[in-house]
């Protein structure tokens, strides 16, 4: 297939969420929603189930307002929202982790307002590395797995594990080796996005297919010698009105460290005992993450670095509104470009956010910095 080709069909799944949810269930496949981030995917698509990302949509809130505060994380509220409204049908439980004080809330609230989808927690330890919090990540593995068992009557099995995880490696490797192509070759930042997006609605076998044939037919064209070179970070990059903005600036999104898009990517599960024990390890493993503890804040180092390896001019924030573990981060990142010499920018976005009319301003205020 033509780049075009393939594009445009990435682009109808990132947009349309839906459709693919029905081509599942018509094709007799169970599906678990997940919400983010770092639910164990892979267990979940080793017992024959189709994992299918929730991240919320650009959409006003009506009634998760009864059950939510204004001051908490949009993509929370549209999450919840879009469970009352029915428009997860079909879906045969949700599993939610507990990697922050919002998605904590999300999961109880969850029981009382979406009866009909059973909500399965995923409760991940503060301290992850030592050998007690990999048993404890472990363990709630095995909660999952039981939960999911109960619920959809399909078994787990050790062998079959390995093979998912041998999977999601292998999507790991191609969506890094596409990152580092797009970097370079002629790819708007909205494509860039339905790339990444589109993951979360695919099985990954099909969507590590349809862009490894992206970047065969991508090493043929020419480079792209864009001198506006960014990099971006945040939690969630895709709003269209946004990322219109983006592309009518001219500005290259060189890499990122965006929850929703590449920084899942970065850690590969170890093959070394059995293969439960290796997803342990993984998010044990795991770094660079404003919901993974860290008192020494490696992150902000990790970010400098990662834009001055990909010769980006500057550095754009992406601070979701109410996340208070990215608004944490943030003072320290400002302190560092600052001192490596990194232009940069924050950009606040909402899920109910209409009018990026103020983003469009500050970028060509930026575009002019770099």
Not at 89 to 100: D, E, F, Q, R, T
Not at 106 to 127: C, E, H, R
Not at 146 to 158: M, R, W
Not at 196 to 203: G, Q, R
Request: hydrophobic share 40%; aromatic share 8%; net charge negative.
């Amino acid at each position: 297939m033509k780049i075009q080709e393939i594009l445009d069909i990435l682009h109808n799944v990132a947009v349309s969420p839906e459709k693919q949810l029905e081509k599942y269930l018509a094709e007799n496949k169970k599906v678990v929603a997940v919400a983010p981030v770092y639910t164990p995917e892979e267990i979940i698509h080793s017992m024959g189930i189709v994992p299918m990302g929730v991240w919320g949509a650009d959409m006003e809130v009506r009634e998760a307002k009864t059950y939510y505060p204004a001051f908490i994380c949009s993509i929370m509220q549209t999450v919840l929202e879009l469970g009352i409204k029915g428009k997860y049908k079909g879906v045969s439980a949700i599993v939610i982790p507990s990697l922050c004080d919002s998605l904590k809330t999300l999961g109880q609230n969850w029981k009382y307002a979406v009866k009909d989808i059973p909500f399965i927690p995923m409760s991940y330890p503060q301290n992850r590395k030592p050998d007690y919090g990999i048993k404890f990540t472990k363990s709630s593995y095995e909660r999952v797995i039981k939960d999911l068992e109960k619920i959809t009557g399909n078994k787990f099995s050790e062998e079959k594990l390995a093979e998912s995880n041998r999977i999601y490696n292998e999507h790991n490797a191609v969506m890094r080796e596409f990152s580092e192509i797009a970097a370079v070759k002629k790819i708007s930042a909205s494509q860039r996005n339905d790339v990444f997006k589109s993951a979360w609605f695919m099985l990954k076998e099909e969507h590590t297919a349809l862009v490894r044939q992206l970047i065969d037919a991508l090493k043929s064209e020419p480079e792209d010698n864009n001198e506006y070179r960014v990099y971006v970070t945040g939690i969630l990059a895709d709003s269209p009105s946004l990322l219109e903005i983006f592309d009518k600036n001219n500005l290259k999104i060189v890499a990122d460290d965006v929850a929703h898009e590449s920084r899942q990517y970065r850690t590969d599960i170890p093959d070394s005992k059995s293969p439960l024990d290796d997803l342990a390890e993984k998010f044990a493993a795991m770094d660079n993450c404003t919901l993974l503890y860290d008192r020494d804040k490696k992150r902000v180092d990790y970010i400098i670095d990662e834009a001055k390896k990909h010769k980006a001019k500057g550095i754009l924030v992406l601070m979701t509104k109410f996340c208070d573990p990215e608004e944490f981060d943030y003072v320290p990142i400002k302190r560092a470009c600052d001192k490596a010499g990194l232009a940069h920018i924050n950009i606040e976005v909402d899920r109910q956010m209409v009018n990026y009319q103020q983003a469009g301003t500050m970028v060509q205020a930026f575009k002019e910095m770099l």
